[in-house]
């Protein structure tokens, strides 16, 4: 079973930035399209930001374009989320998984943004 583990949240203010990790187990990595998630409480989780399996490709939901850079390192199995100029609204507690979501769920990680 494929094990994602989320780091790098935290509390910052409004404006600041924060640099999420996805560490993920699964050697095939490099093979999937992969994923930011975000979930705020009461609200149903949303795609953040997506990038191929080669990270020549990316996607970014409104909210976030021009904000946020998704990135990876497949020789290190990992995914990163550059989050830059954070707002209130980006409070929320983020995962990561395969575009589609088929892996297990991690625990995520917990970014809160200040006013």
């Known amino acids: 079973q494929v094990q994602l583990v989320e780091s790098g949240g935290g509390l910052v203010q409004a404006g600041g930035s924060l640099r999420l990790s996805c560490a993920a187990s699964e050697r095939t990595f490099s093979s999937y399209h992969m994923g930011w998630f975000r979930q705020a409480p009461g609200l149903e989780r949303e795609l953040v930001a997506t990038?191929?399996?080669?990270?020549?490709?990316?996607y970014y939901a409104d909210s976030v374009k021009g904000r946020f850079t998704i990135s990876r390192d497949n020789a290190k199995n990992t995914l990163y989320l550059q989050m830059n100029s954070l707002k209130p609204e980006d409070t929320a507690v983020y995962y990561c998984?395969?575009?589609?979501?088929?892996?297990?769920w991690g625990q995520g990680t917990q970014v809160t943004v200040s006013s």
């Open positions: 990038i191929n399996w080669s990270g020549s490709m990316t």
């Open positions: 998984n395969t575009k589609g979501g088929v892996w297990s």
